[in-house]
Nanobody, 126 residues
């Protein structure tokens, strides 16, 4: 069983930066692929970024490439999402998720993930 707790959300002006962090419990965190998803009001949960168990493989949705960076620290059981050049359309609840399959496949699909955090709100003010 893995528990995920996100932090770091808040209100930010366009062009600003935020760093989200996801703290995981459980001894098997280092073997899981991790992802970040976001859900805006009235919309479905959407893929943002994912990282493989060893931090080597990363994938981003096109709209955040060059602006967001996903990273992980297996010694601390954390995965972070550094967000820069934020836009109003980045406003959403951001969730981290863990994939226990041991593979780095289908990571854009929410169905691939076994565990989810409750989310942290990111609001881009205009």
């Amino acid at each position: 069983q893995v528990q995920l707790v996100e932090s770091g959300g808040g209100l930010v002006q366009p062009g600003g930066s935020l760093r989200l962090s996801c703290a995981a419990s459980g001894r098997t965190f280092s073997s899981y692929a991790m992802g970040w998803f976001r859900q805006a009001p009235g919309k479905e949960r959407a893929f943002v970024a994912a990282i493989g168990w060893n931090g080597v493989g990363t994938i981003y949705t096109d709209s955040v490439k060059g602006r967001f960076t996903i990273s992980r620290d297996n010694a601390k059981n954390t995965v972070d999402l550094q967000m820069s050049s934020l836009k109003p359309e980045d406003t959403a609840v951001y969730h981290c998720a863990a994939d226990s399959s041991g593979h780095f496949r289908n990571v854009r699909s929410p169905a691939q993930y076994d565990y989810w955090g409750q989310g942290t709100q990111v609001t881009g003010s205009s």
